[in-house]
């Protein structure tokens, strides 16, 4: 529970900032905002979004091998705190550059460990583990959609700054509460380094044995060594499924980036005399994983429990399907939209809610595969490697599509993302049984 409770805190600062940021750099410098052209404000999304998913690989491996999980956490909380803080407190473009490095650089330690964590609290062949890793996703979920909400309402009521000190608050409350609680309700989990683990295992493996051993000869190497052509069957196997998610995740992140600047403009947010704040439609997108994800944990258990599950690839075909048909609406949307006929707020609510579904099916299955499939000994850095393959290259190639709207409009746009998604989602059908052999090969269920 601490642990899903601080990815909740974290999230919330990460998907609040997120929620406002594109709108904040479109917005007119007379409205607080820095007045960039759309292009630009989306490259910058994407490129952000991508470096916050990019780095994690390498903070995985700090995690691991040097500093220890733990500690990894605390630094990297910090570092997003000092972050965020800045980002409210300062309107300079050199204070907002500053402040998106420290962003990125606690979310390089914190990203990939925090998961890892979670993870570490239940043995590995648990069949509640799965449903685990369902829940955590859920704390990111309810974090997203209160983000969306709270940070949107305040930035449109009393500006862009004060929303991002809403963010900044969410992240202290997770550095306070992972401070004060980690020893009790943690443990040893994640106090070393895996390497000083295996350093200390193979000593005391030594010393039992009653062999006298030179201490150097008590390498930092993985306790559960694996054979190399089973390691790199993993890495493959991983590698494959990863490009299927990143082409998800190109659709998945238009939600921070076309979409919203689409329904500022496009879409018609009246209801009777309330208008809808643009980043409030964030929310719902999490809103959808909210109310389905009990029900999907559920069904995971019960369909395992009568040797019924779906493997991998067949979820990442119905997410990949689920963004092919969101972006497709927002397709149908953009044609008939337009500043001075707006369209009907329906086809974004729906079109969000695809996302929802897609996201909440492809990530929990995620979750498990990569703590099972990841080399023995670089759990964290390889959730950060799988951040960086997925998330970080599918955000940065979202921002892409800046350009795209400034020369051929949203329309084309969004036509061009739903060929590319429905593309994805028949090479995901064409694949699944020869990554079926290969995961066999692996032995590695998927």
Known sequence: MLVIGVEFWERFSFYGMLSILALFLTASPVAGGFGWPPARALALVGAYSGAMYAFPAFGGYLADRVLGRRRAVTLGASCMLLGQITLAASSAIAGFYAAIAC??????????????????????????????????????????????????????????????????????????????????????????????????????????????????????????????????RRIGLLLVLAALLCTFSVGWFQLFGSWLLFIEHHVDRTAGPFVIPVPWFTSLNAAVVILLAPAVAALWVRLGARNRRLDILQKYIFALATVTLGNGLMYLCARHGSTEAPSSVWLPVISLSFLGVGELVAWTATYGMVSKAAPAGYASVTMGAWYLVTLGLGGYLSGLTGHMVDVFGFAPTFATITVIMGLGCCVAVAVRRPMARLATLARVTL
């Open 103 to 232: 962003l990125i650089l606690g979310n390089a330690l914190m990203k990939s460990t925090l998961v890892v964590l979670c993870g570490e609290t239940l043995p590995p062949d648990d069949p509640r583990r799965e449903a685990a890793f369902t829940y955590y996703y859920l704390g990111i979920a309810v974090a997203a959609m209160l983000a969306g909400v709270v940070v949107g309402s305040v930035a449109d009521k009393w500006g862009w700054h004060t929303g991002f000190a809403v963010a900044a608050a969410g992240m202290s409350v997770a550095l306070g509460a992972y401070t004060l609680l980690a020893p009790r309700w943690l443990g040893r989990i994640g106090l070393e380094p895996e390497a000083r683990v295996a350093v200390r295992t193979r000593v005391e493996l030594v010393a039992n044995a009653g062999v006298m051993q030179p201490v150097f000869d008590a390498v930092a190497a993985p306790i559960e060594a694996q054979p190399r052509l089973e390691a790199l």
